[in-house]
């Protein structure tokens, strides 16, 4: 199977993402490896967490699919793929990231806000497109733009919780990013607490939250 499309089931397949705000290398590997633990499949290493090129590296060979986020030029988008990442994530659309992703047959995730920026991206190649910040937005925005376009696959992300994430995956999220959640879990009660958290968005999408 072609190397893309097999990270691109991957992330399909988790249906939630953790993305990764660390203080620390060290702190960002904890929480990545305690979400894996609590049964999350795809980490989001966000390029605001230091070094974290070290956090690719420790988590290469772990039980998930491991990106870099807020990438936002491809010269890091490089390191990051250089370094391990198996997808990269934007806050925004940048076509000189799409390109490079696109020679290395990595998957890239820009963020998008407008039917606009849609098209642009899918133009460039982006089989999934970040909604962000999802929390300006309801999940019935999914169903309204795969009216018109269908072939469109949306994860959303800021905002999303476990209140809602079963909402965005029933409106048709082909997966959602959960960020803040999982850090402030961490600083509240270590990996234990990160662990029991992934515990529940497991539970609450395959108890009937999901599609």
Not at 74 to 83: D, W
Not at 101 to 116: A, D, K, V, W
Not at 178 to 196: H, P, T
Request: aromatic share 6%; proline share 5%; charged share 20%.
């Amino acid at each position: 199977m072609n190397l893309k499309i097999e990270k691109l089931n991957q992330l399909s397949e988790s249906k939630v993402v953790s993305v990764v705000r660390g203080k620390t290398p060290e702190e960002a590997i904890d929480i990545s490896e305690a979400a894996i633990e609590g049964g999350f499949r795809a980490i989001e290493v966000t390029y605001t967490t230091p070094e974290a090129e070290k956090v690719f590296q420790a988590l290469r060979g772990s039980d998930g699919v491991i990106g870099a986020g807020t990438v936002l030029d491809s010269e890091t988008a490089r390191h990051a793929i250089l370094n391990g990442a198996e997808f990269v994530v934007s806050p925004h659309f940048d076509k000189n990231i799409a390109l490079l992703c696109n020679r290395y047959s990595i998957p890239y995730l820009p963020g998008c806000m407008t039917i606009t920026e849609i098209m642009t991206a899918l133009e460039y190649g982006c089989d999934i497109v970040k909604l962000f910040p999802a929390n300006r937005f309801d999940p019935s925005f999914i169903g309204a733009v795969n009216g018109p376009l269908p072939q469109v696959r949306i994860m959303p992300t800021g905002g999303v919780n476990l209140d809602n994430v079963g909402a965005w995956l029933e409106a048709g999220a082909v997966a959602a990013g959960i960020g803040s959640d999982l850090n402030k879990a961490y600083r509240a009660g270590g990996k234990e607490s990160v662990k029991a958290l992934c515990g529940k968005y497991v539970e609450t999408i395959n108890g009937g939250g999901g599609k």
